[in-house]
């Protein structure tokens, strides 16, 4: 019998080794050590200088995608003239509801995103998503330039929070359709020397096992959010681990939180990040610990008044909005992404570095309420809470209308061996007005019992606040 020959297509494949300009990247985005050396020690106007040579790409970038063509054509923006930082600071401001909207209209991608499927043709592509506190996670897709000046970003974060070559880091950020697990993992793979220990969320590698691999590995680095690494912190002590003594855990690398309750917690090292999916880390914490510097050779940032959407002076809390200026895939141009904070000092830090420093997230712009004139944020309620020893650390809010006025209700949980919750609703009220100067009402649940709506565990970030007023 003779057999009809089969022939395999032959179609060429972009390797990710040959896709991308790699001697490009690390001049554009120096890593570390490199960076620490050069960028990192570049005077304001320095910085200046190179934020406007990288801007005029970025803007005509943007403008290739209908979502910002049909914005700034309808606000007169001629894309052409946006030369420098107060130029580019007439471009109107996007929110995320504008990004959903665009979704929603264009679904499943919107019509934000610079690059298709079809692309991979050219060179490698990532798509992921937000973490997805509020509705739907909004997906991104990822050119590998975008990856790796993310990475180099992230790693730059790493090293300035001690992790070095040989260091096993263990990642607890949710490994899922979310970017964070993943940058996390590209960055100490790629650009640290470290190795990536891929636990995951509590989902996937339950706390005591965490813990365990953590002492039997001799791991060194620890990634995650605040309160996961809080709770291990607690998993350690049940199963009779003393986090100092019995491990080798030397640095951890947080997003958002507390860093100096981590210290406490772990009897090590800590440092804080800011950043989100659609532009990565934006701002990290260097050993002077005071403050996070801002990326400024890969960012345009600006704090703005909540209501005006103008500048405040440096010092006053805002909303950050955000020029990302490397990007080739999801442009973010003028991103008002809601998170408020305070610029701390444009001054040369004791590191060296004269790259501004702005104050921890204090909160979401959305998830603040407004009572009796005064301004409250979920976290902020959850922060005080958790100073009383009774307090498990879990907690939700949400604000309601009562009688005619609005009111914010705290749900915090006590620990197990807590009898009386009268005693304690009491006291943790007393201590909320004092501390914030309004009256909070305080609901006290037993271990586990504010799980249903903050699905700690279940997602990647805790959920923490819900508004139940009536609308309008
Ligand atoms: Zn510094």
């Known amino acids: 019998m003779v057999e009809t020959p089969v022939t395999i297509p032959e179609v060429s494949i972009p390797y990710a080794y040959r896709s991308l300009d790699w001697d490009a990247l690390v001049r554009e985005y120096p890593p570390a050590p490199t960076f620490f050396t050069t960028t990192y020690l570049k005077s304001p106007e320095e910085i200046r200088a190179l934020q406007e040579s990288r801007l005029a790409r970025a803007v005509a970038h943007a403008y290739s995608t209908p979502f910002y063509r049909k914005r700034w054509d309808a606000a007169g923006i001629d894309p052409r003239a946006i030369r420098t930082l107060d130029d580019l600071r007439t471009i109107p401001t996007y929110?995320?509801?504008?990004?959903?909207q665009?979704?929603?209209?264009?679904?499943p991608f919107g019509d934000y995103q610079a690059l298709t499927f079809a692309d991979a043709a050219r060179g490698p592509l990532r798509i992921f998503t937000s973490g997805g506190t509020t509705g739907r996670p909004r997906p991104?897709?990822?050119?590998?330039?975008?990856r790796n000046v993310g990475a180099i970003l992230r790693a730059r974060a790493f090293y300035l929070a001690g992790f070095r070559p040989g260091d096993a880091v263990q990642n607890t950020m949710l490994y899922s359709t979310h970017n964070g697990a993943f940058i996390v993992d590209e960055a100490?793979?790629?650009?640290?020397?470290?190795?990536p220990v891929t636990t995951s969320a509590g989902i996937v590698t339950r706390s005591r096992r965490q813990i365990e691999l953590m002492r039997d590995w001799g791991v060194r680095g620890l990634v995650g959010f605040h309160d996961f690494l809080m709770h291990l912190a607690e998993t350690a002590k049940e199963m009779g681990i003393d986090p100092v003594r019995d491990l080798q855990l030397r640095n951890i690398s947080t997003m958002g939180g507390k860093p100096r309750e981590l210290e406490k917690a772990w009897g090590c090292n800590a440092s804080e990040n800011y950043g989100m999916h659609e532009v990565q880390v934006v701002a990290s914490e260097c050993p002077a610990k005071e403050g996070m510097h801002l990326w400024l050779d890969a960012f345009v940032v600006d704090i703005v008044d909540l209501d005006t959407g103008a500048p405040v002076p440096d010092g006053e809390v805002g909303s950050i909005v955000i020029t990302a200026l490397y990007k080739t895939g999801v442009p973010v141009v003028r991103?008002?992404?809601?998170?408020t904070a305070r610029l701390l000092s444009r001054d040369r830090c004791a590191c060296g570095s004269s790259l501004p420093r702005i104050s921890s997230i204090l909160g979401r712009a959305d998830t603040m309420v407004k009572l009796r004139g005064i301004n409250i944020w979920p976290e902020a309620c959850g922060e005080i809470a958790r100073r009383d020893p009774r307090v498990a650390g879990e907690f939700f809010c949400y604000a309601e209308r009562r009688d005619g006025r609005d009111e914010m209700v705290l749900l915090v949980e006590r620990k197990a061996d807590v009898d009386d919750d009268a005693a304690l609703q009491r006291d943790l009220a007393e201590m909320l007005r004092t501390e914030l100067g309004v009256s909070i009402v305080v609901e006290v649940r037993p271990p586990g019992g504010t799980q249903e709506l903050t699905r700690f565990g279940i997602e990647a970030k805790p959920r923490r606040f819900e508004d139940r007023r009536p609308k309008g």
Do not use: F, M
């Open 335 to 339: 991103y008002d992404t809601k998170d």
């Open 95 to 100: 929110v995320v509801d504008d990004i959903r």
């Open 140 to 146: 991104t897709i990822y050119s590998q330039w975008d």
């Open 188 to 195: 100490l793979y790629n650009w640290c020397g470290c190795i």
């Open 102 to 107: 665009s979704i929603e209209a264009h679904p």
